[in-house]
C-alpha cells in the first residue's frame, strides 16, 4: 500500500506537564519517561510502539528552525535504539536561504538506517515551502545538492494558490477558469524547481467549519493529477494529507472534527489522489487539538479508524485490537462535550469493521443526572462489515433547561440481549451562553472500563468549600485517578506523595511573565519571614535550586517563569515573597493571596507576577500501579456552580468517566428570556432559561486585588490589568501560556508604551481605573463576550480625549466580534459575524469630554442597541454570531495610538441582551 505518516514536531512527549493549559493530553502518559531535554528516549520508543498499532510506516518529522533539527536528531537516535527497523522517518523541511541547519539535516537523515527513501533517495517532505518564491527554492536545493549530490528528492507543500482558489469558491460557489488557470500556472513554476509536491488540505472549511471534502477530491486533486500528467511533470511525486480537524481554542480557528467524518473524508479523498505517500497532521500538536495518538478525548477512535484503512490498503483482513471484548461491537461514540444553546448537539456512532460480529441495532438516549430520559433517538442498523455511521442531531435550543446530559447507547443483535453502555461514558455540558471547548469526545465502547466498584461524592462543609471522596476499583492496574473540575484537573491520586497536604501547607506558585521579550533575565526569588520548601528541581541549565532560594538565568517574555515552593499556612500572614533580579526588585506579601486564592501584580513594561495558593493539581501524577485507589480531600471550586467527576485511566489505556456532580447551581426561580442562534433553523430564536444560570459578570474595582479584575462569577471570568488572561484564570494559553494573547507578545502593542495597566485612583469616594491613553488596557478571558450569544455591557467612563480610541473589542488572536470605538466623542462600532461579514453601527450619540457618562450596548444577535446617558438609539443592525470566540480588551489595543485616555468606575457584561 501507500506509505502513511503523521507529522510531528517531536517536542510533545508522554511526561510533559500539559495540565490546566489544554483541553486534552496523550492517554498512554508515563512520567517514568520524563528526563532531561525535550525528547527522551523512553519516551520516544513508547510513542514508537504507539505508530505501530496504527499500521503507520513512521512519522514525518516537521524541521523549520535549528532547534527543531537537535530533535530530529535526537529522535533518530532514539530510533536506532529502540529495535523497530521498519521504523520510518521522513523529514519535512521548512524552506531558507540560509542552508546551515538544512545541510545538517540532510547530513543526519542521509546517514541514517531509518530513513524513508525511494529509488535509494531520501525523499523529503516540504513545510510552508510556498514562503519562497520558487527561483529562491531553485537556489536552496542547488546548494544543498553541491554539498550532498543527487541524493535526495524534495516534495514542497505549495498550497497558497489552492487557497485563494477555495476562498473564491466559498464566495462565488465556483472557481473561474482564470483562476484555475492561475493555480495551475503557479504549480508548474513550483514544478520546475522541485521534485513534487505535497498537498495540505487544512484550509478547506465550510462556513459551518466543517472539512470541505468535495473540493478536496473534486478540484484539487483533479488539478494536480491533470499537471502530474503532462510530459514535463510525469516524474514528480505526489503527496496527499489528510487532517482530523483543528481547534485552538486560545486563537478561536476552528475546522470540526465532525465526529470522525473529518479524518475519514479526508484520508479517502487521500487515497484516491494515488500519491506516492499520505501524511496527516499531526501526531501530537496539542496547541492545535490535531492529535493522532491516543488522546484522553479522542482514545483509540483514531487508531481503530487508521489500522482498518491500513489492513485494507494492504489487502489484509481487518482485525481488532489485542485484548478487546469481542462481545461487544467495534463501535465509537463521537459527540461535542460541551454545547451553547442553539447548536446542534449531534451523536455519530461509527462502525469499524473488524472481521467480527453480524448485523445489529443501536439506539441512544439522553439522560439527566437524576437517570431520566430526555430524549430518545430513533434506532438505527448497522453492518458489522462495512465502516460506516449513524449520526443523529439534536437542536439544543429544545434541551433549554438541562444543562447536564448523559448519553446511554444501546446495542441489540440477532445474538443476544439489548445491552446497554451508559456507565463511564463522558457528559454533555450545554451551557446557555458562554463555551470555548469544540472538542468532540470520540469514544470505542471496547475501551471504556467497566469497574467492580466507582463511587464518586461531594459533601458542603459551609463557605463554599467541600469534601470530595471517590473509590475505584477495577481488574487492570491504574495509571491515572483524577477529579475535574469544569474539565480541569483539581486532584489526582499520588502513590509519590510529591506536594504535601494542602490544608496544613500553603503551595505557593510563582509565575513571571512580561509584554516583551527581555535577555537576559537573573536573578533569585525566596521566602522571608518563614521556612519554605522549594519544590522546583534544579535542570542544571536555567533553574537552579539553592534550598533557600530559587535561582533563574533565563530570559523573560510570554513564557511562565518563576517555581513552586511551600510554607506552613499558619505562618502565611507573616512572609514575604522576595524577588531579586536584574529587571526589577519586588516585594509581596505572601497574605495577599488568601482572600481569593490569587493575587497578582503588573510592573512598568508589561512585567506580571502571579500568586496562587496552589490547591488543583500541579503535575501529571506518577502511575498509581495498582487496580484500585481512593482519595478523599478538600476543594473550593472555582466557580459555585461548578460541575465535577471523577476519572479513571488504566495503564492500558481504557477509561471511565463518573456521573457529573453539580455543585449548588444558583436557582433564582426565575424564567428569563434568552436570544440564542439556532444552528438548526439558521437564525436567532428565544428560550426560557433560568435567570440565575445566565453569567451576569459585575466587575469589582478593588485596589487590594492587585491586578486581578474579579467578578463574583467566579475566576473563570475575572481580568486582569494590563497582563494576559492566563495571568488571571490559570487555565488556557497553550504551551507558552499567551497563546490567543490580543497583543501577540508585544508584536501588536505600542513600542514606546511602558504601563500596560492603568493605576487606581480615588473620585468622590469612589476608586476608579484611570487609563493613560498611550497602552493603558484590562483583558478579560474568552467568552466574556460570549461568540453566539446575546450581551449586554454596561460601562460609566469618564472619557478625556476627542481622539479615536477603543473602548471595548471582542478580539484574542484574531478578531472575536464586536469592536466599540469613541471618537469626537461619538460611541460607533463594527461587528463581524461567522460570514467574514462586517457591520457598522453608527448610533449618533456623543459622550461629553471631562464628565462621567453611562453607557450601555446590548446585543441580541441581530442588532445592536446604545443608550447613552438615559439617550438611546435606534437597534443598529449586526447579525450574527460572532466570527471567532477569544479574549476582550477594555481600553485598546493594536501597536498604534487608539488607546483610552479616561477614567472607569464600572463594568460589568450580562449574557442576554437587556
Known sequence: GVPVFASSQVKYGLYQNYLHRYLDRPLLMDRATRGPGVLTEASFHKIIGHTRLYGLDGL?????????????????????????????????????RDITWLDRTLKAALASPHTFRVGGKV??????????????????????RAIHGDTFLFCGEFDRPFGLAFEEHRRQGQVSAATTEQVRATLRSYLEVADGLFLFPSMYRTPERRFDADFYRNYTIPVVRGILAEEPYREKYLGA???????????????????????????????????????????????????????????????????????????????????????????????????????????????????????????????????????????????????????WSVATETLAGHLLLRPRVSVTTAAGPRRTFDEGLMHVTLRPTANYDYKWVRQPLRDVCRPSQAVFEAQSEGNGAYRLSGRYAG???????????????????????????????????????????????????????????????????????????????????????????????????????????????????????????????????????????YRRLPDVTPHVGRPEASFDFRLTPRQADSVLWMRAITQSGRLYRSAPLRLAPSVSGRAVSLDVFSETAGRPTKVQVEEASIPSLEYRLEPA???????????????????????????????????????????????????????????????????????????FPREVTPRRGAWTLDLEILPTSPKKQVLFCHHGHYRGSVCIYLENGEIHSDYTDHMLTTTVQRPGLKLPLGEWSQVRVSYNLATITYTVNGRQSEPLPAPGPGLYLGSSVFGGLGSGGEYFQGRLRALRMVHRAL
Open 60 to 96: 514525518s518529522i516537521l524541521i523549520g528552525t535549528a532547534g527543531m533539527v537537535d530533535r530530529y536528531e535526537r529522535a533518530l537516535a532514539a530510533a536506532d535504539s529502540s529495535g523497530q527497523a521498519s521504523f520510518v522517518v521522513m523529514p519535512r523541511l521548512g524552506v531558507s
Open 123 to 144: 525523499l523529503c517532505g516540504g513545510y510552508s515551502s510556498d514562503r519562497l518564491p520558487p527561483a529562491e527554492i531553485a537556489a536552496m536545493l542547488k546548494d544543498l
Open 241 to 391: 494529507g489528510a487532517v482530523t480537524g483543528y481547534f485552538n481554542f486560545m486563537t478561536g480557528s476552528t475546522l470540526s472534527e465532525d465526529g470522525t467524518k473529518t479524518l475519514r473524508r479526508s484520508f479517502e479523498a487521500a487515497v484516491s489522489a494515488s500519491p506516492d505517500f499520505i501524511d496527516l497532521p499531526e501526531w501530537d500538536e496539542l496547541n492545535e487539538h490535531t492529535c493522532l495518538e491516543p488522546t484522553i478525548t479522542n482514545s483509540f477512535s483514531t487508531q481503530r479508524i487508521i489500522k482498518y484503512y491500513q489492513h485494507v490498503q494492504s489487502a489484509e483482513p481487518p482485525q481488532p485490537n489485542p485484548g478487546d471484548d469481542l462481545t461487544i461491537p467495534n463501535l465509537v461514540v463521537s459527540y461535542r462535550k460541551a454545547l451553547t444553546l442553539g447548536e446542534k448537539l449531534e451523536i455519530e456512532l461509527l462502525n469499524v469493521p473488524d472481521g467480527q460480529g453480524q448485523p445489529y441495532r443501536v439506539q441512544v438516549a439522553l439522560l439527566d443526572p437524576a437517570g431520566q430520559t430526555v430524549c430518545e433517538l430513533p434506532a438505527e442498523d448497522l453492518a458489522a462489515d462495512v465502516l460506516a455511521d449513524v449520526t
Open 475 to 613: 481488574d487492570e492496574p491504574l495509571a491515572f485517578l483524577e477529579v475535574l473540575e469544569n474539565g480541569d484537573e483539581v486532584y489526582g491520586v499520588d502513590v509519590s506523595n510529591e506536594y504535601p497536604d494542602r490544608r496544613d501547607t500553603l503551595l505557593l506558585d510563582v509565575t513571571m511573565r512580561a509584554m516583551r521579550e527581555h535577555r537576559p533575565f537573573q536573578g533569585k526569588l525566596s521566602i522571608e519571614g518563614a521556612t519554605a520548601t522549594i519544590h522546583t528541581p534544579t535542570d542544571g541549565r536555567y533553574y537552579f535550586n539553592r534550598g533557600n532560594a530559587l535561582e533563574i538565568n533565563f530570559w523573560l517574555n510570554v513564557w511562565p517563569r518563576g517555581g513552586l515552593l511551600s510554607l506552613p499556612r499558619t505562618a502565611a500572614e507573616g512572609a514575604t515573597l522576595v524577588l531579586d533580579f536584574n529587571l526589577f526588585k519586588h516585594r509581596i506579601p505572601v497574605a495577599k493571596v488568601l482572600p481569593h486564592g490569587v493575587y497578582s501584580e503588573t510592573l512598568p513594561d508589561g512585567i506580571t507576577i502571579t500568586l496562587e495558593d
Open 705 to 779: 486585588n492587585g491586578s486581578l479584575f474579579i467578578t463574583a462569577s467566579g475566576r473563570t471570568f475575572w481580568g486582569h490589568l494590563g497582563g494576559r488572561e492566563i495571568d488571571a484564570t490559570g487555565v488556557g494559553g497553550g504551551e507558552a501560556g499567551g497563546m490567543g494573547d490580543p497583543f501577540r507578545s508585544g508584536e501588536a502593542y505600542p513600542k514606546e508604551a511602558r504601563h500596560t495597566a492603568p493605576r487606581y485612583v480615588v473620585e468622590n469616594g469612589r476608586p476608579c481605573l484611570e487609563f493613560d491613553g498611550l497602552g493603558n488596557y484590562v483583558v
